[in-house]
């Protein structure tokens, strides 16, 4: 058996696979026992949990909280307001759509870890989306919308599909001749690093007109091991891009120190940021929300000069009309016919000359 599939098959799923793993607190069992959720990841990633502080970032991703029952400001049946999928346009399930030239293609609802805040949550955790996974049915689709660029290939986790599943989907996309790049959004290169198999990198790389771009998920720097270096510098040596998608999360990565720590370690292994997602309104995931400005001033106050460009993700709110960027508001103090005040990350000032339009 593959390294993968064993993780897999011995997800750390149930309360005595846990304990054998961290001390449980009673809030944490209480929350297992009755929030009557799906929950569980990887052995691998499991090990990376502090064993007893529960305001571990990792801990806090992937163990039940009984926090989530309450639901003051998530949004019922947030996946498919989010995601358009009952406007008049006629799709399969397998296809959401935002965009004029670009689409999500939603290939399975399996992960490999169930991630508490995620707000695809209803197909993922809940189950109480389901939806039909044909993916002969969403190329069809693609192949008849010629406006279509950009295949946004989603899940669950679509890169825990079989590597010929995976074969065959890059390779029906990429002889579509409107398709001009095909992205994967997976969370495997960091709680399932053992997935970047020599047959999956087959699957997925050598030169091609169409590339692969990857965006993953990495939350906190502690979610950043040998493993996921290694598998990173595997799918770039074959051609697939790799950036980062985080999510920002309340009492995870929301103080500077997590925050730009996680972005300097994330170039270390290669992988470039690009976007931090506001913790978008699915329902019972409050706790990991704050304020929308949040990610912006942290972008400012722990980023933004403090670091090197390359380190910069732009800080989206994703809506139901598209992604919204939200960034630090600082730069320009004032302007007049003449000049434009200018402040830097310090809160230094300096002037430029206008220039009449
Ligand atoms: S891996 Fe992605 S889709 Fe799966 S639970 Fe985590 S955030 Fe949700």
Request: hydrophobic residues 35%; charged residues 25%.
């Amino acid at each position: 058996m593959e390294k993968w599939q064993y993780q897999m098959q011995n997800q750390i799923n149930t309360i005595d696979k846990l304990v054998e793993i961290i001390n449980i607190t009673d809030a944490e069992r209480e929350a297992i026992i009755t929030t009557n959720t799906k929950w569980g990841t990887t052995p691998y990633f499991a090990q990376l949990m502090d064993r007893d502080n529960p305001d571990c970032p990792i801990r806090k991703q992937v163990i039940p909280s009984l926090k989530e029952k309450e639901n003051r400001y998530g949004i019922d049946n947030y996946l498919v307001y989010k995601e358009n999928r009952s406007t008049v346009e006629k799709r399969p399930d397998t296809i959401a759509r935002q965009y004029h030239d670009r689409i999500a293609f939603t290939v399975m609802h399996i992960c490999a870890n169930y991630c508490r805040h995620c707000f695809r949550k209803e197909l993922v955790v809940d189950e109480s989306l389901q939806l039909r996974f044909d993916i002969d049915e969403g190329l069809d689709w693609i192949r008849d919308h010629a406006e279509i660029r950009d295949v946004l290939i989603t899940g669950g986790d679509p890169l825990l599909l079989p590597d010929e599943k995976i074969a065959y989907l890059v390779n029906k996309l990429r002889e579509i001749p409107h398709i001009e790049i095909i992205r994967f959004g997976s969370r495997v290169p960091i709680v399932l690093p053992q997935r970047i198999t020599k047959d999956l990198l087959k699957a997925l790389g050598g030169f091609h007109k169409v590339p692969i771009w990857l965006n993953t998920q990495c939350n906190h720097a502690k979610e950043i091991t040998e493993h996921t270096a290694k598998a990173v510098y595997d799918l770039l040596t074959c051609g697939v891009n790799v950036g980062n998608q985080a999510v920002l999360l309340k009492g995870i990565n929301d103080d500077r120190e997590s925050f730009k720590t996680l972005h300097q370690k994330l170039l270390t292994i290669r992988v470039r940021p690009y976007y931090v997602f506001y913790c978008e309104p699915a329902p019972g995931i409050d706790h990991f929300r704050t304020p929308v400005e949040k990610g912006a001033e942290l972008i400012r106050d722990a980023l933004r000069g403090h670091t090197t460009g390359l380190a910069q993700p732009m800080y989206v709110v994703a809506t139901n009309m598209g992604k919204i960027p939200l960034m630090p508001d600082y730069y320009i103090q004032d302007k007049n016919s003449d000049s434009y005040t200018l402040r830097n990350y310090r809160g230094c000032v300096t002037t430029l000359p206008n220039i009449p339009r």
